[in-house]
Each structure stands twice: as C-alpha cells, then as structure tokens.
C-alpha cells in the first residue's frame, strides 16, 4: 500500500490534466509532456498527486498495481469541448474505482461547443461528483480545489427570483366641468354650447353630458374646451367612475 494518499488525475491525452494541476497547486513544478506511465508531485500533509498517461497501453500495465495504491481523491478529467464518448471510457473510471472521493471534472467550459450538460448527467449516472473548470479563465479552480482537501463541495443556488408588485390596473377616471362663479354674457354661446353649459352642474361628468346630449365624448370635451376659454368653466374636476 502506499504511504502517501494519492490525488489520482486520469484522463484521455488532451484533456489539461497538465494544466489542472498546475491550476490547483501552483506551487508544483507541474511538467507538461503526458507520462509514460505515471508521475508524481509530492504535497505537504501526506499528499501527493498522481497523473497517469491516458494511453491505454499505459493503463493496462498500472491496473495490476492499482490496488496498492492508497487514492484519496479519483479524479476523471475530460476535454467538454470533444464528444463524451471516447473521453468517459471504462479504462478511466476504473483508475479511479477505489478512491474514497471520486469526481467527473469537465475542463476547457470556456469554449465554444462545450457539452457540460451532458457530461454531468454522465457523471450522475456514475455515481461521480461533477465539476466544470477551465484553466484558461480561473473558472471552478477554487471550488474543486476545496472539496480536494476538505471533501465539502460549495452548493450553488439559484438567486431567488424578485417578486415584483403587481400593478393594478388604472382606475377610469372622468372630467367634471365646474362652471365660473361670475360668467360672461350667454350671447355670445351657440346653441350646442348653451346646451352643454345647462348641463355644468359640477356633478356631472363629460361622460354623462355626453350620454344626456347624444353626442361623443370627444364633441362635449371641445365644448367644454370652447367654454373654459370663453370664461363659463371655470375648471375640471377629476372623478372616478
């Protein structure tokens, strides 16, 4: 068994496993040529990170040794920019089988034609923590580094939707013509305006001057308007209908 608990990073050739762990321990001096079998890079507090060679040639020879290894953390990484099959193969997942953590890290979800979604539904079927990273932008670096050391994986919850008031609806409202105190002389009025200034009472709205006249709405409110310039109406009044 090993003395060391392994940080195991498999994956096809391509996918930035070079690159991911250089993103979570910066301090390694990370090489970047895929492994002829495996590599190494030690940490303090009894960790070290395991890369193994995504060639199958490779993972057929370390599979009889698999068993001695002591792996803390199994991690699957995987190019989300290329199809799912060919990347999740059963050769992967069984690098990682025993490990007491095991997660799906989808890497490159900044560029185009990324299949997360896919990829997670994947990783659910199997039973896999799932992670989205990239290494280019800094992306779910931090949060997949935490659940490594401390196992606790951050909840991500959807902002609460803001509840926004419903507006009631407008309240009719209609004009009251409210008739001068002191009026000019009715001579100089025509007889539709004469009409409608009988009707000013200062309760009755132009609607209702309309529907007693048989006129529109639209003929009352120019007579009105004639009216308050002549000086007869003195104002309108709001009322609510």
């Given at each position: 068994m090993s003395l060391y608990k392994l940080i195991?990073?498999?994956?096809?050739?391509?996918?930035?496993?070079?690159?991911?762990?250089?993103?979570?321990?910066?301090?390694?001096?990370?090489?970047?040529?895929?492994?002829?079998?495996?590599?190494?890079?030690?940490?303090t507090g009894g960790l070290a990170v395991r890369e193994v060679a995504g060639r199958r040639d490779a993972i057929e020879v370390i599979m009889a040794a698999i068993a001695k290894w002591n792996i803390n953390v199994g991690l699957l990484v995987v190019d989300s920019s290329r199809p799912?099959?060919?990347?999740?193969?059963?050769?992967?997942?069984?690098v990682i089988e025993r490990a007491e953590k095991k997660a799906l890290v989808a890497n490159k979800v900044d560029e185009q034609g990324s299949q997360v979604a896919e990829i997670e539904k994947f990783a659910l079927e199997k039973g896999l923590e799932f992670f989205g990273v990239s290494t280019k932008t800094g992306v779910g670096i931090e949060e997949l580094k935490k659940w490594i050391i401390t196992g606790e994986k951050t909840v991500k919850t959807m902002p609460k939707p803001v509840s926004l008031p419903v507006p009631k609806p407008p309240l009719p409202i209609d004009l009251v013509p409210v008739?001068?105190?002191?009026?000019?002389?009715?001579?100089?009025?025509?007889?539709?305006?004469?009409?409608?200034?009988?009707?000013?009472?200062?309760?009755?709205?132009?609607?209702?001057?309309?529907?007693?006249?048989?006129?529109?709405?639209?003929?009352?409110?120019?007579?009105?308007?004639?009216?308050?310039?002549?000086?007869?109406?003195?104002?309108?009044?709001?009322?609510?209908?």
């Open positions: 195991v990073f498999t994956g096809p050739k391509g996918a930035g496993k070079s690159s991911l762990i250089k993103s979570l321990f910066p301090e390694l001096d990370v090489r970047f040529e895929e492994p002829s079998y495996y590599r190494d890079y030690m940490l799912l099959e060919g990347v999740a193969e059963p050769r992967f997942l069984a008739v001068a105190k002191k009026t000019p002389d009715k001579s100089r009025l025509t007889q539709e305006e004469l009409e409608v200034l009988e009707l000013c009472d200062g309760k009755r709205s132009i609607s209702e001057i309309a529907f007693k006249t048989g006129k529109s709405y639209g003929d009352v409110k120019k007579i009105i308007d004639s009216l308050m310039v002549k000086g007869f109406i003195e104002t309108l009044k709001t009322k609510t209908v």
